[in-house]
């Protein structure tokens, strides 16, 4: 199953930063793969808590979009 979130990409920040984001509703996250860099976003946390829930206990598959631009991975 292939869930599709909306995410934003941020600038690396430091804890306080992090932390103000998870006050205004949001999950900071980054995006890993093999040989690539690191991709630092946020995401909407109801709207991926929401998704989220329909998976569990199974491997979910996310297609996040970045500004148009879709990037798969799962959890």
Same mark, same amino acid.
């Given at each position: 199953m &292939? %869930?599709?979130? !909306?995410? #934003? @990409?941020? !600038?690396?920040g430091?804890?306080? *930063? @992090? /932390? /103000? +984001?998870?006050?205004?509703? =949001?999950?900071?996250a980054?995006? +890993?793969? !093999?040989?690539?860099?690191?991709? /630092? %976003?946020? @995401? &909407?946390?109801? *709207? =991926?808590?929401?998704?989220?829930?329909?998976?569990?206990?199974?491997?979910? $598959? $996310? *297609? =996040? *979009? @970045?500004?148009?631009?879709?990037?798969s #991975? =799962?959890?």
């Amino acid at each position: 199953m &292939n %869930i599709k979130v !909306e995410a #934003t @990409l941020r !600038e690396k920040g430091k804890k306080s *930063d @992090l /932390n /103000n +984001y998870r006050r205004e509703g =949001f999950i900071p996250a980054v995006i +890993y793969g !093999e040989g690539k860099v690191g991709i /630092n %976003i946020l @995401l &909407n946390k109801i *709207d =991926f808590m929401k998704n989220y829930k329909k998976s569990i206990g199974e491997v979910a $598959f $996310f *297609d =996040f *979009d @970045l500004s148009g631009k879709k990037i798969s #991975t =799962f959890i």
